[in-house]
């Protein structure tokens, strides 16, 4: 796992392989889980929260070795 903060922009990558294209574009929906045996509401409250509570933009996207996610702040201020 990689972390990286630059000025309003975080970003986290892991190894993991990433996801097929097809879920890629469904990964932050409600109920929506790769897993047969998982609810799917993780990553669907992290845009929520990330979305109203901090006022930024939540993406994925796969890499040649896994996941990145990459969160932008709107306002600057909240890093400092």
């Known amino acids: 796992v990689t972390i990286k903060?630059?000025?309003?922009?975080?970003?986290?990558?892991?190894?993991a392989r990433?996801?097929?294209e097809?879920?890629?574009k469904n990964i932050f929906s409600a109920?929506?889980?790769?897993?047969?045996?998982?609810?799917?509401?993780?990553?669907?409250?992290?845009k929520l929260i990330s979305e109203e509570k901090f006022n930024s933009i939540?993406?994925?996207k796969?890499?040649?070795d896994g996941l990145s996610f990459?969160?932008?702040l709107k306002d600057k201020d909240?890093?400092?």
């Open 78 to 80: 909240i890093l400092e």
């Open 18 to 20: 990433g996801v097929k």
């Open 31 to 46: 109920n929506f889980s790769t897993k047969s045996d998982n609810m799917g509401i993780g990553l669907y409250m992290a």
């Open 22 to 24: 097809n879920d890629l």
């Open 62 to 64: 796969n890499t040649k």
């Open 5 to 15: 903060i630059n000025n309003n922009v975080i970003t986290y990558c892991d190894t």
């Open 58 to 60: 939540i993406e994925a």
């Open 70 to 72: 990459t969160i932008t």
